[in-house]
């Protein structure tokens, strides 16, 4: 099927993905307008003015997320602007609103710098209940993030970086038991410095794993590198720091590799060079590292991608519906490491039984969510 085509044709059909609809479904009569407008809804207002925590008990601020982005980095198609990333982002209300239930507003932002972004994005924070931002480019993400975790007094969650380390966990944690491995004993290659691939390290370092090798373009990063910024400087801390030399010296005897980074990358004579039942999350989109019946040919023991189409899909609408309806249902402010782990760990223990392609449960499995929301507490 041609999706490139069919997507085309019903975006313009429908206009986009969303719209909104009244909670309230009876009859609005006088009586009902005199309470939800005027003059009725100034006591309301006056209610919330008293005690501004109230705010989510009378709007709909109990069930509302921002997803917000500047389209600098949409998918893996890069920097096509803010008005090109509005298709993205109504997908990501359509998956909120599907799967959780979670009202949410697509944002998109004509401006670009972090302060600009963080200023941004802090005035109309208090018109919503959490905040997703989305397809913002590496690095200024992650100060973003950052930022506004620290002044927001509301859930702010980066998908791109924690929705994907938090799958890829999940995912890692059953391929091991397939192969007969210990995850924490693994040696992991890592290839992509970006929004994903440093959340990725970042939690698997979290979850005990300390021989991970980082690589970009240039090889992989390591303590002698005089060329790194302050990003990948902050990402010695979590990887196996004295390793130096190319892609190739990085994946020789490798239990895992992940690739955050583009088509085509890993091929079957660096196959060759793992270690004995290998496993390969090649998570480019819309082509991965290696394609599954290449990777399968060459020897790879479980095999994840990003696509639909194939076994074990790395999809961050697994993880972020129940994380978000968990913050909201219970009064969570900050979306914390734990609340991360936590949650991976959750996502593995719904495949009860894994296997090479069965690793990680189905975006439709109707467990996901409520079993998610339930670990995200205070």
């Not at 041609?2 to 429908?14: I, Q, T, V």
């Not at 005690?51 to 949409?74: E, F, M, R």
């Not at 359509?94 to 972004?117: C, G, N, Q, R, Y």
């Not at 392609?357 to 205070?378: C, N, Y």
């Amino acid at each position: 099927m041609d999706y490139n085509k069919l997507a085309l044709e019903l975006h313009e059909k429908y206009k986009g993905k969303i719209t909104t609809t009244l909670r309230d479904t009876s009859e609005i009569d006088r009586t009902a307008l005199s309470a939800y407008y005027s003059p009725g809804v100034g006591a309301v207002s006056q209610a919330i003015a008293a005690d501004p925590s109230t705010l989510p008990k009378y709007t709909w601020t109990n069930n509302l997320v921002a997803v917000i982005s500047d389209g600098s980095a949409i998918l893996g198609l890069g920097d096509l602007g803010p008005k090109a990333s509005m298709p993205v982002m109504e997908g990501k209300a359509l998956l909120f609103k599907h799967f959780a239930d979670i009202d949410s507003v697509p944002i998109i932002l004509d401006v670009h710098t972090v302060d600009e972004i963080v200023a941004t994005v802090k005035a109309i924070a208090p018109s919503f209940g959490a905040i997703n931002l989305e397809d913002i480019a590496a690095p200024k993400c992650f100060a973003i993030e950052e930022r506004l975790k620290a002044e927001c007094d509301i859930p702010v969650f980066h998908d791109d970086q924690h929705g994907t380390a938090v799958v890829t966990l999940a995912g890692l944690i059953n391929a091991t038991k397939v192969v007969g491995k210990t995850l924490s004993d693994c040696k992991v290659v890592v290839i992509g410095a970006g929004a994903a691939g440093t959340a990725i390290i970042k939690l698997l370092n979290l979850y005990g794993l300390t021989n991970i090798i980082a690589v970009d373009s240039r090889g992989i990063i390591g303590e002698s590198r005089d060329d790194l910024n302050d990003e990948k400087k902050a990402l010695l801390a979590y990887v196996n720091a004295t390793q130096s030399g190319s892609l190739d010296d990085a994946i020789t005897d490798a239990d895992i590799f992940i690739g955050v980074s583009k088509a085509g990358l890993l091929t079957p004579e660096l196959v060759a060079r793992m270690a004995n039942k290998p496993i390969v999350f090649g998570l480019a989109n819309p082509l991965p590292e290696i394609m599954p019946d290449v990777a399968k040919a060459s020897g790879v023991a479980v095999i994840a991608t990003g696509r639909s189409d194939f076994p074990n899909q790395v999809n961050n609408a697994i993880a972020f519906p129940g994380i978000f309806r968990g913050a909201l249902d219970n009064g969570v402010k900050t979306i914390t490491n734990q609340h991360k782990i936590a949650a991976a760990e959750v996502i593995a223990s719904l495949v009860e039984n894994p296997t090479e392609d069965e690793v990680i449960p189905s975006v439709f499995d109707e467990r996901l969510v409520p079993s998610i929301a339930q670990v995200i507490k205070p």
